[in-house]
């Protein structure tokens, strides 16, 4: 992840509020927050979610310059006095950016909590080449692992070799798995493994869909009818970090055809530099629940908003 480079800006870009005075002034802080802003979009962060940040960091440093003012009688201010006042004006920017960026990333909806005993039916959707079979197979293990009884279901009649690819992986981790290369209704296959799966009293059955359709309109249409015919616990979205600014659209046309509840934001491993995040949550209101950082099955990290942050500012 090339995240790093959104610390060095910011941080170069603070140094501006190191005035004589100490004191900042509305202009000078427009300057830092439009130098915050495009750092934050040149990251990919989506344009309209950095407009709202800026807006939110504004606000809340405006009302704290004000209190800190109220505090302080600048006629007796030593040299020292004014260098601590503009130190603590950098860190309040700094600050209320890191939170700012945290609290995005950490929307009211919270993740779904696996249920031991019950079947918990987790359909997940993506574009194709988003990563959404290999997060499968790195899920079912990550679950499998911790002692879950799991299965994949192939639901993904479009893209030829779809099923293999489950297969093979499926049979690697020695998990159960379900498909058909004869049946080419995604939805009776849906239907059909995942009711198999909760007869053989399965607690994790993952549901894997086409990421493709003839036409795209085709293909929600087609995640809202399996969604309907499985009733998933969760659905979760899974997005590749690398295609940068259209995650926010993406985002948001599946979480208007399906009721995404998590997000899984794949290949922070290579180039990307995952300001996309923020704008899949925000698109889907949803938490991320995992990051990709590779192609093995143990490449799947549980995500965490405050270390991402920090990741993401260096
Ligand atoms: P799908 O079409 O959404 O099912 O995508 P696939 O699971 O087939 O993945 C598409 C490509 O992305 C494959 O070459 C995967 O190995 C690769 N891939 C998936 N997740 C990651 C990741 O987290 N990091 C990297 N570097 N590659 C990934």
Redesign the pocket.
């Known amino acids: 992840m090339v995240l790093a480079e959104l610390g060095g800006k910011l941080r170069d870009s603070l140094r501006k509020l190191h005035t004589r005075s100490g004191r900042v002034t509305t202009t000078q802080l427009n300057s830092v927050l439009s130098d915050v802003a495009r750092a934050l979009i040149e990251s990919d962060v989506s344009v309209k979610l950095v407009m709202t940040l800026r807006d939110n960091v504004k606000q809340k440093v405006e009302r704290l310059i004000e209190e800190d003012d109220d505090d302080n009688d600048d006629d007796n201010d030593n040299d020292a006095k004014k260098e601590q006042r503009a130190s603590n004006v950098s860190k309040m920017v700094q600050k209320a950016v890191v939170d700012e960026l945290t609290s995005l990333l950490e929307p009211a909806r919270k993740p779904h909590t696996m249920k031991r005993g019950k079947p918990n039916v987790i359909l997940f959707v993506?574009?194709?080449?988003?990563?959404?079979?290999?997060?499968?197979?790195?899920y079912a293990n990550y679950y499998q692992k911790r002692g879950w009884k799991t299965a994949m279901v192939c639901a993904?009649t479009f893209?030829a070799g779809?099923f293999d690819?489950l297969k093979q992986n499926a049979t690697k981790l020695r998990v159960p798995f379900y498909g058909s290369y004869t049946q080419a209704d995604p939805v009776a296959i849906a239907e059909e493994g995942v009711d198999q799966f909760i007869k053989e009293h399965y607690e994790v059955i993952i549901v894997?869909t086409s990421?493709?359709h003839r036409q795209e309109a085709g293909l929600l249409e087609e995640m809202q009818e399996i969604s309907a015919a499985v009733d998933p616990d969760n659905v979760i979205l899974?997005m590749?970090?690398t295609q940068g600014q259209s995650l926010y659209d993406q985002a948001l046309a599946f979480s208007n055809a399906v009721d995404v509840g998590s997000v899984v934001i794949?290949?922070?491993?290579?180039h990307a530099k995952g300001g996309g995040a923020l704008s899949a949550v925000a698109a889907t209101e949803s938490p991320i629940v995992f990051?990709?950082?590779?192609?093995h099955f143990d490449?799947?990290e549980p995500f965490n908003a405050q270390s991402f942050v920090s990741k993401l500012l260096g």
């Open positions: 993506g574009l194709q080449g988003a990563g959404k079979t290999t997060t499968i197979a790195k993904d893209r779809a690819q894997d990421g493709r899974v590749d970090a794949t290949k922070l491993d290579g990051l990709g950082s590779g192609e490449d799947l």
